[in-house]
Nanobody
Framework: QVQLVESGGGLVQAGASLRLSCAASGRTFSTYPMGWFRQAPGMEREFVAAITSNGGSTFYGDSVKGRFTISRDNAKNTVYLQMNSLKPEDTAVYYC????????????????WGQGTQVTVSP
């Protein structure tokens, strides 16, 4: 089992930056990949980013490439999402997820989820 708790969301203006954190507990953190998804009102959950268990490889959704960076600190059992140049269309609830099986860009592949943190970007 893995428990996940996100933090760092908030209200910012377009062009600003935010860093989300997700603290994990339970199974040994360094043994599974981590990811971030987001869900805007009325929309399906969207893949944002993923990182391998040792942090050696990262993957991004097309809408955030070049603006967002995923990283992890295995000593702190924490994954981060640095979000720069935020746009109003980035407004969503952001979820971290752990331990995918299958196609990691699909939310159904992920076995464990946090409760989400709201990010709102004003024009």
């Amino acid at each position: 089992q893995v428990q996940l708790v996100e933090s760092g969301g908030g209200l910012v203006q377009a062009g600003a930056s935010l860093r989300l954190s997700c603290a994990a507990s339970g199974r040994t953190f360094s043994t599974y990949p981590m990811g971030w998804f987001r869900q805007a009102p009325g929309m399906e959950r969207e893949f944002v980013a993923a990182i391998t268990s040792n942090g050696g490889s990262t993957f991004y959704g097309d809408s955030v490439k070049g603006r967002f960076t995923i990283s992890r600190d295995n000593a702190k059992n924490t994954v981060y999402l640095q979000m720069n140049s935020l746009k109003p269309e980035d407004t969503a609830v952001y979820y971290c997820a752990a331990d995918p099986e299958g196609t990691f860009t699909q939310d159904r592949a992920w076995g464990f989820w946090g409760q989400g943190t709201q990010v709102t970007v004003s024009p």
